[in-house]
């Protein structure tokens, strides 16, 4: 049996009922990650020495039938924007020094050691995670597992790509304008940007409240698992929220009959979508419709709010290297570099204007919910395109921004929102549908993520890395 390719949940029975142990999930994950990453580059580092330890350990523990938490042995890997005890955290950086004492986890990290998981290693990600598409001059460009000549999206590629790939069924992502939906539509896996401060956040984003953490995952059932170990508060993180009222595994169980669910294609006519993606989007609406959704075409009520969001992002970017000195700005990626530079341009005055465009377009979503329970679209516009360029080639915008209009307006919202993966276009590469629902509705996100995997519009990804 291929361990790779099991879901937490099913990893998890097999411990309790002895068909397998820890160390063979770990050591199958591990070697699968070593194998791919000349091809696919999911990894800053593995930690195989630590992984095995505590694979070692959280058998022992199943053995005596004391499992430490609900992940216990699980192999999972973390972004290397998340701090890694015991491990350097480099956010894709050669300005950043591997000397330290690297002595704290994340709180997310720490909750995953609390609950027994496996850590197999750090992910990759674009410099300080500043892109949607993942290279960087510490680590180079990440591939894509359906298609190596492809990118993975970003910034949480090498996450992306390691749950797709089987090299641990669950990751830990940020997602600061589409980092975890991104590269989960191009990867074809189950990827959550919960609720702001639903998972606790330290050290602090320099993208400020755009930035969230959050699950990715094989499918919706897992997400939710790996969500109800890190959701709720952690002192560090001054914005975190209380604990959930309940937990997001018992809320899957719901399904979407009754649910009122607004579809729009095409915000309004605003974007281009590809036909594939389209098409297979449209599959999927119709099959919540027949599970029981309330339907209807309907578009929000806002126009692309892109500006405001490069002036509250590029602010971020310079503020990063603002506490460079000059010598290390020199070897930041030349187009974050380029950012920055924008961003150091920006006033107090452009910074507030774009918040007050934040809480209009807030309200706007606000009262949209107040009709809709669910907001549906494409993830993206397009399928993955050529690995190592920030924009498809021949695009008329030269910033990520410019292919992401369904993913950005939600970190401003600060809304639930995640990726389902619904199809394939002609080229075999995974398309993206977008679930979105009020603040603190994460279940909801999820409930109708795990209705679409049950009827099977949703799958789990499959890939043969081998074949690329």
Not at 282 to 308: K, M, N, Q, T, W
Request: net charge positive; aromatic share 6%.
């Amino acid at each position: 049996m291929q361990l790779t390719d099991l879901t937490a949940r099913r990893l998890l029975d097999g411990y309790r009922t002895g068909e397998f142990t820890p160390v063979e999930a770990t050591e199958q994950a591990l070697a699968l990650a070593r194998n791919t990453q000349s091809r696919v580059n999911a990894f800053v580092r593995l930690t195989e020495r630590d992984a095995l330890a505590r694979a070692r350990e959280s058998a022992g523990r199943w053995r005596r039938g004391e499992p430490a938490g609900l992940l216990d042995g699980v192999p999972v890997s973390v972004k290397d924007l998340l701090p890694l005890r015991g491990h350097p955290t480099l956010r894709g950086s050669r300005a950043l020094s591997e000397r330290g004492a690297w002595a704290e986890d994340a709180p997310s990290v720490a909750r995953l050691r609390e609950h027994g998981a496996v850590v197999l290693g750090k992910t990759t990600t674009p410099e300080f995670g500043w892109k949607g598409v993942t290279d960087s001059p510490l680590t180079g460009v990440t591939r894509n597992p359906y298609d190596t000549s492809r990118t993975t999206g970003g910034s949480s590629g090498g996450s992306a790509a390691a749950v797709a790939l089987g090299a641990g069924p669950l990751s830990l992502g940020t997602d600061g304008g589409g980092s975890i939906r991104i590269p989960a539509a191009f990867c074809g896996i189950f990827g959550l940007k919960p609720t702001y401060g639903r998972v606790p956040l330290y050290p602090a984003s320099p993208f400020g409240t755009l930035a969230h953490a959050g699950p990715m995952a094989r499918d919706a059932a897992d997400a939710a698992l790996l969500l109800d170990v890190v959701a709720g508060p952690d002192a560090r993180d001054w914005s975190a929220l209380p604990p959930a009222p309940g937990s997001f595994t018992h809320a899957l169980a719901g399904g979407v009959r009754g649910l009122r669910v607004a579809y729009s294609p095409s915000f309004g006519g605003q974007v281009a979508v590809a036909p594939a993606v389209a098409a297979a989007v449209r599959r999927a609406v119709a099959r919540l419709a027949d599970l029981g959704a309330y339907v209807e075409e309907a578009d929000p009520d806002f126009s692309d709010p892109v500006e405001a969001f490069e002036v509250l992002w590029f602010s971020g970017a310079a503020r990063i290297a603002q506490l460079l000195s000059p010598h290390l700005r020199k070897l930041l990626d030349p187009g974050l570099a380029e950012v920055c530079a924008r961003g150091a341009r920006l006033s107090a005055l452009d910074y507030l204007a774009a918040v007050d465009a934040r809480m209009d377009l807030g309200r706007r979503m606000g009262r949209f919910h107040e009709r809709y329970d669910l907001l549906v679209t494409p993830t993206l516009p397009l399928t993955a395109f050529e690995a190592g360029v920030e924009v498809p080639r021949g695009s008329a915008h030269r910033r990520w921004t410019g292919w992401t209009p369904f993913t950005y307006p939600f970190n401003l919202t600060q809304q639930p929102a995640a990726s389902v993966p619904v199809g394939r276009d002609g080229d075999g590469l995974p398309v993206g549908l977008q679930l979105v629902a009020a603040r603190h509705r994460d279940d909801l996100v999820l409930r109708a993520a795990h209705a679409l995997y049950e009827a099977g519009v949703a799958c789990r990804p499959v890939v043969t890395p081998a074949g690329n």
